[in-house]
Structure formats: structure tokens, C-alpha cells
């Protein structure tokens, strides 16, 4: 599956910001679905995960509370809704499909920046 990022920016600290992930080439809906992030100089980490009906969702303790993820099968589309955004909160946002929430991503998107001034 082919996926495509899009939404980020910058935006204020307090600001909001929603990210998409455009998916192509194979069955969007038999994917469990994945955000990650990579700031400079640090290793990437998950961010948030939702399953392939949108039933389940699990989300890092840095941003629970404040995003939320969710997706259309219809639109072959993943979103991320960010809230209160932080300084911490920039880096390079990755969306990644996998077989399971718990699972290895197996396909990646590109990426797509989120900077949050103070």
C-alpha cells in the first residue's frame, strides 16, 4: 500500500493541526494503521494506532488527551487530530500500515512536518 502524508505546518503552542494519510494500491480497511513521529537527533516514536475498523485505538502517553486518530475506509484516508500542541510536539510525522495494532508497520508514508512555536 502506497500512503501519502499531508497537513503539517506550523502553528503556535495551545494551536491545533490535523494531519491526513492518503492510502493507495491495496485494501486500505485490512490495515491497522499507525501514526509515528522523528524529531531531530532522536529516535522515532509511536504516536498513535487505530485498528482496521476504526474500533480500537492506543495512543502514546505524551499525547493522550490531547490527539486523536481516526480514519474513513471509504476515503481510504487516515487522519490525526492534534490539540493543545507543545514544542515537543514537532518533528517529522510518519503515517505506516501494518496487519495489527500490535504488529510492525509494514508500508510507510513520507512524511509531513509539524513545528510548534513557544
Known amino acids: 500500500v502506497q500512503l501519502q502524508a499531508s497537513g503539517g505546518g506550523l502553528v503556535q503552542a495551545g494551536g491545533s493541526l490535523r494531519l491526513s494519510c492518503a492510502a493507495s494500491g491495496r485494501t486500505f480497511s485490512n490495515y491497522a494503521m499507525y501514526w509515528f513521529r522523528q524529531a531531530p537527533g532522536k529516535d522515532r516514536e509511536f504516536v498513535a494506532a487505530?485498528?482496521?475498523?476504526?474500533?480500537?485505538?492506543r495512543f502514546a502517553m505524551s499525547v493522550k488527551g490531547r490527539f486523536t486518530i481516526s480514519r474513513d475506509n471509504a476515503k481510504n484516508t487516515l487522519y490525526l487530530e492534534m490539540n493543545s500542541l507543545k514544542p515537543e510536539d514537532s518533528a517529522v510525522y510518519y503515517c505506516a500500515a501494518a496487519l495489527s495494532v500490535t504488529a510492525t508497520p509494514r508500508y510507510w508514508g513520507q512524511g509531513t512536518q509539524v513545528t510548534v512555536s513557544s
Open positions: 487505530i485498528s482496521w475498523s476504526g474500533g480500537s485505538t
